[in-house]
């Protein structure tokens, strides 16, 4: 496997696979995660996979560059051949390959996704065949990042990729679905966020006090799966805390404004079409 590597801190090295993010690199890059976890075992502190790259975090007390390096180059050279290609190296049937998807029940709606109607019209869509084109893909993890937990999956279908808002909202809530770009992403944490939200799913996607703290790791598969309000609070989901208000409000809001705005503007057409001078 073709990989240079950098020093990025005090503790840790950055090994570069590629430049361009592609489906192929994330696989090969995660199983050499897997491979130097297996090998060096608690020689590394950690180990974070991303697009293009892998960091490894080292014990300087116990350990040396040049001693991890020359390991490193060792256990990466015992790659199977197939990994080189970007050929799957495992799931010998679409059976073992569809085991290994990640299954996330969304639940589409205005009311926990308020950018669902924006991004069909963009699509010229109806909602429906949004909800369906987004379902109808396995996307990948391409990387985990911004917040704890937070993964980053592509590519969506084509009609289905939009910019970031021009203005980020002061709180998403956890388990938002969005979409940016040619991503889509699951909010882990209530946090500030700048994507186009569909819908939310009722599952928690980190968890400090679980053994594994976020449900997704880079390298792995993931399909959404559509459910109802019924089934969204069955599982757990929560309504009451939607920064946005609920559906009803929003529209609301919306029908005063606009009757506001048509009040304002009577006068002035009025008297434009009567001739009235001032």
């Excluded at 361009?20 to 199983?31: C, E, K, S």
């Excluded at 009311?111 to 010229?124: E, H, K, W």
């Excluded at 997704?216 to 757990?236: H, K, M, N, S, W």
Aim: glycine share 8%.
């Amino acid at each position: 496997m073709l990989w240079r590597y950098e020093i990025t801190g005090a503790d840790t090295i950055t090994l570069h696979f590629g430049e361009r993010i592609d489906v192929a690199l994330v696989t090969r890059i995660q199983h050499a995660s897997t491979l130097l976890r297996e090998q060096l075992g608690p020689r590394l502190l950690d180990l974070v996979p991303s697009y293009t790259t892998l960091l490894l975090r080292y014990d300087l007390l116990t350990d040396d560059l040049a001693s991890l390096l020359a390991d490193v180059k060792t256990a990466l050279t015992a790659l199977p051949e197939p990994l080189y290609a970007g050929e799957p190296s495992s799931g010998n049937s679409a059976r073992d390959q569809q085991a290994d998807i990640i299954e996330i029940p969304v639940f589409y709606d205005v009311s926990v996704g308020p950018d669902l109607d924006s991004i069909a019209a963009r699509a010229g869509l109806s909602v429906d065949e949004v909800i369906a084109c987004h379902c109808g893909a396995t996307y990948n993890v391409f990387a985990i990042g911004f917040a704890p937990g937070f993964a980053y999956l592509g590519e969506v279908p084509r009609e289905l990729a939009a910019p970031r808002l021009d203005t980020p909202r002061a709180k998403v809530p956890p388990g938002a679905v969005g979409i940016a770009d040619t991503q889509t992403a699951i909010y882990p944490l209530a946090s500030p966020g700048g994507w186009n939200l569909i819908g939310r799913t009722p599952l928690q996607m980190f968890d400090p006090d679980r053994e594994r703290p976020s449900l997704l790791d880079a390298g792995q598969r993931v399909r959404f799966r559509a459910i109802g309000r019924d089934e969204y609070l069955e599982l757990g989901g929560r309504l009451d805390d939607l920064p946005w208000g609920t559906a009803e409000g929003q529209k609301t809001a919306r029908k005063q404004t606009e009757s506001r705005d048509l009040v304002s503007s009577e006068p002035e057409t009025r008297d434009l079409k009567n001739g009235d001078r001032q």
